[in-house]
């Protein structure tokens, strides 16, 4: 049977109880999306508790983190979603945040001119985080969000 959060308490605790197995095993967030059998950047916000795994997965991710049943039963529980409260203070999360702020009426408007009127999905989306050179020196972060189009219907 498929159940939800209501409180995420728990989930919270069990990120923070999967990202010390994972530093005390040092894994990469791609060997647990391996084990899970799904996409890194969806296995690694499901463990951080912003999706729920399929079952399998859920058992999968587990046994390679050395978590207990209960574990498995929170990976596959739907999550109350949404890691931020307020302003964000971790310098890597802030800049997207600042980013939004500075382009997010941008982007707003080139997506409304370009589709019209409705939203860019976050559920029927992929996430993909590259690192490449930079002709001037060191390394870019390339950073693909890609969520299907939903038109607003009047009804």
Do not use: C
Request: zero cysteines; charged letters at 25%.
């Amino acid at each position: 049977m498929v159940h939800a959060q209501f409180d995420p308490t728990a989930r919270h605790e069990l990120a923070v109880a999967a990202v010390d197995a994972k530093t005390v095993k040092d894994l990469s967030w791609q060997q647990i999306a391996d084990a899970a059998g799904l996409s890194v950047a969806f296995t690694t916000a499901a463990v951080l508790g912003q999706h729920a795994l399929p079952e399998a997965s859920a058992r999968a991710v587990a046994e390679l983190l050395g978590l207990d049943e209960d574990a498995v039963r929170l990976l596959r529980t739907i999550p109350t979603r949404g890691s931020l409260d307020g302003i964000p203070t971790d310098p890597t999360i802030y800049r997207f945040y600042e980013m939004l702020q500075v382009y997010g009426t941008t982007l707003k408007a080139l997506v409304h001119e370009e589709f019209g009127d409705g939203i860019i999905s976050a559920i029927n989306f992929r996430l993909d985080v590259k690192k490449v050179a930079d002709p001037d020196g060191g390394e870019r972060a390339v950073i693909t969000l890609d969520g299907k189009y939903l038109p607003t219907k009047p009804f």
